[in-house]
C-alpha cells in the first residue's frame, strides 16, 4: 500500500504541472492552441480484504503548423490486500499478504495534417504493457489517410484506412 500511497502523490503532481503548462505557453508573442484533458480515478474499499485501484489518462493535443498532434497517457494499478483471522490456541493470529492484481500502462500519439477540407492523412505510433494479459512490451507504428463523409454542427461521420505494424513481446 505504500507504493500506492507515493502514486498518488506523483500524480497529483504531474496533473498539477500538465494543468498549468498552457498557462505557462500563453507567454509567448504567437497564439497557440493547447488542449488537456486528464483523468483520474482512485478507488479504496476495506473490510476483510483492501483493495486499492488507481487510474491516470491524459489526452493532450496542440496544433503543429497546418496539422494536430496527440498525445494519449495511461495507467492502471490494482493492489488487493487479504486479511485472515484466526483462533490457534487461544491466541489470535493475522495473517496478511498484499498482491498486485493489475497493471497496464500506454502511450501513443498520432500527428494528422488536412490535404483538403475532406481529405488528410495521418501517422501514428504507440506502445503498450499489461503483464497480467501477457503483454510485455508491444509497439506499433502506422499510417494512413482519412476522409469526412459529413459533418455539420451537431454531428459527423469520417473514415479512416492505412497500415500498421505490431511488434510484441510477451510474457514468459
Not at 473490510?47 to 496542440?62: D, L, Y
Not at 459533418?151 to 510477451?170: P, R
Request: aromatic share 12%; hydrophobic share 40%; net charge negative.
Amino acid at each position: 500500500m505504500k507504493y500506492f500511497k507515493v502514486l498518488t502523490i506523483v500524480s497529483i503532481v504531474v496533473l498539477a504541472v500538465s494543468a498549468a503548462l498552457p498557462v505557462l505557453a500563453e507567454d509567448g508573442a504567437e497564439e497557440k492552441t493547447w488542449s488537456n484533458t486528464t483523468e483520474l480515478a482512485l478507488v479504496s474499499t476495506s473490510g476483510n480484504s483492501e483493495t486499492s485501484n488507481f487510474a491516470i489518462a491524459n489526452k493532450f493535443s496542440t496544433a503543429v503548423g497546418k496539422g494536430s498532434l496527440q498525445i494519449n497517457f495511461a495507467a492502471l494499478r490494482n493492489e488487493t490486500s487479504t486479511r485472515t483471522v484466526q483462533n490457534i490456541g487461544g491466541a489470535l493470529v493475522i495473517d496478511e499478504s498484499t498482491q498486485l492484481s493489475a497493471e497496464s500502462y500506454k502511450l501513443d500519439g498520432q500527428y494528422s495534417r488536412p490535404i483538403n477540407e475532406r481529405l488528410n492523412w495521418y501517422a501514428r505510433v504507440g506502445w503498450y504493457r499489461d503483464e497480467f494479459a501477457g503483454i510485455d512490451n508491444s509497439y506499433t507504428a502506422g499510417g494512413g489517410i482519412g476522409y469526412v463523409f459529413f459533418k455539420n454542427d451537431t454531428h459527423t461521420l469520417n473514415g479512416e484506412i492505412g497500415v500498421g505494424y505490431v511488434q510484441e513481446k510477451f510474457v514468459d
